[in-house]
């Protein structure tokens, strides 16, 4: 008589946040962000057409992917009152 196989666990790895954004301006995913925790400052910069935007309003629990995500509303907020 044969014994019962074990069944194979199978683990999926997890998502994770990206670490490289792409700039609204250009498209090309050189966007740098630099967060200064201390100050409350964030500074995000293209490397390929030089935008560069400041945000104040970051804390201790501020991640790079919530600066970039202020960065575009602050951006395309822009681009909608020049039209």
Do not use: H, W
């Not at 196989?5 to 998502?15: G, H, I, N, T």
């Amino acid at each position: 008589m044969g014994r019962r196989r074990r069944q194979k666990v199978r683990r999926r790895p997890q998502k994770r946040i990206p670490d490289v954004y792409p700039c609204p301006s250009c498209g090309n995913t050189a966007v740098k962000i630099e967060l200064y925790r201390d100050n409350g400052l964030a500074t995000v910069k293209c490397g390929s057409c030089q935008l560069e935007k400041s945000i104040t309003s970051i804390n201790t629990l501020t991640e790079a992917v919530d600066v970039y995500g202020d960065f575009i509303d602050i951006f395309y907020q822009s681009r909608k009152v020049e039209v």
